[in-house]
């Protein structure tokens, strides 16, 4: 008897240990979480655009628990600036956060004359149209007639996208659309796609021919994937 008294002894003592350091556990994260040491002062930004500064932030992350912020804590700004593909969060222990922000690849400038006042917008990656007058060094196209075929910016996007996988320097690329087809310039290239469909197959085809040769004359598609080079 005494030895089963002190068995059951044992197992309570490591029963009431367990509860008191799953307690302690728990004690601690709840102050932790709660406590203002841990609240956030400082928001940091680091991008590579110049368009955005902490004060923009605030309201999301300011005397919030550091330990409660991540980047879902910002879904409302990427709202705000559709630009915005991703925020990253690190923390700086124990009142600090900076926001690494990074944004969709700007792909094209789209000149368009169809209007009576021409528009000239930047083409991002996620398929957003911004009026920008500071367009880099980017390919560009000019449109003059249309209308233009559904999906034509998607077909655009996997046009630029798939030039990117060759050896190439995309800011040197001129397209053109005149509503039936679409053509272009790549150093003494001319290059014609004919229709606005398959870009992507096209593109792959013609950054292939224009990395491996030197092509100074004109480039004709008679499909996706069937061309004639006068080179």
Not at 118 to 145: A, F, H, M, Q
Request: glycine share 6%; with cysteine.
């Amino acid at each position: 008897m005494e030895s089963e008294f002190s068995l059951q002894e044992k197992n309570s003592f490591r029963t009431f240990l367990i509860f008191t350091f799953l307690l302690t556990g728990i004690l601690n994260v709840a102050f932790s979480i709660n406590s203002s040491h841990f609240r956030v002062k400082t928001i940091e930004i680091e991008s590579i655009s110049n368009k955005y500064n902490s004060n923009d932030f605030s309201n999301e992350g300011l005397n919030k628990s550091i330990w409660l912020i991540n980047s879902d804590s910002f879904a409302s700004k990427k709202m705000q600036y559709p630009t915005i593909e991703n925020i990253e969060v690190r923390r700086e222990y124990p009142d600090e956060i900076i926001l690494i922000i990074s944004e969709y690849a700007e792909l094209l400038v789209i000149s368009d004359l169809r209007g009576t006042i021409p528009v000239r917008n930047v083409l991002y990656k996620n398929g957003l149209e911004i009026k920008s007058s500071d367009t880099g060094e980017l390919p560009t196209i000019l449109i003059t007639n249309g209308p233009v075929e559904a999906g034509f910016n998607g077909e655009l996007i996997s046009m630029i996208m798939t030039l990117k996988n060759y050896d190439l320097d995309e800011s040197n690329f001129t397209f053109a659309y005149d509503g039936k087809k679409l053509t272009g310039e790549y150093g003494e290239t001319f290059f014609d796609f004919g229709s606005s469909i398959d870009l992507g197959t096209k593109a792959a085809a013609l950054g292939l021919l224009l990395e491996n040769s030197e092509c100074d004359g004109e480039v004709r598609f008679l499909g996706s994937e069937e061309l004639i080079a006068n080179c």
